[in-house]
Nanobody, 126 residues
Framework: EVQLQASGGGLVQAGGSLRLSCAASGFTFDDYTIGWFRQAPGKEREGVSYISLSDGGTYPASSVKGRFTISSDNAKNTVYLQMNSLKPEDTAVYYC???????????????????WGRGTQVTVSS
């Protein structure tokens, strides 16, 4: 079965960094787009950044452009989210999700993503 597991969250001070990992199994890795999403208490689920695993194309949300970098190690079936210059408003549970796109495009819409990991908590103190 398709499984995704996000890890690497933790508690950091504003301005600090974390690297999240999304370990995937059970599917043909490069047929998919992987998206990172986050949800803070009382807020809607928000797209953070996306990567096409067929060619490595990346699509960050404007809110994290220049601070967060998404990347993949296809040999390890793992996607990373390097988060720098963290702000308190980045505090959320971060999820990775997979959308079957065959490298033909991506969607920022959470409802398009078929598979979800359980998420990892990121807390940024002020």
């Amino acid at each position: 079965e398709v499984q995704l597991q996000a890890s690497g969250g933790g508690l950091v001070q504003a301005g600090g960094s974390l690297r999240l990992s999304c370990a995937a199994s059970g599917f043909t890795f490069d047929d998919y787009t992987i998206g990172w999403f986050r949800q803070a208490p009382g807020k809607e689920r928000e797209g953070v950044s996306y990567i096409s695993l067929s060619d490595g194309g990346t699509y960050p949300a404007s809110s994290v452009k220049g601070r967060f970098t998404i990347s993949s190690d296809n040999a390890k079936n793992t996607v990373y989210l390097q988060m720098n210059s963290l702000k308190p408003e980045d505090t959320a549970v971060y999820y990775c999700a997979a959308d079957l796109t065959y490298g033909l495009g991506y969607s920022p819409e959470p409802d398009e993503y078929e598979y979800w990991g359980r998420g990892t908590q990121v807390t940024v103190s002020s």
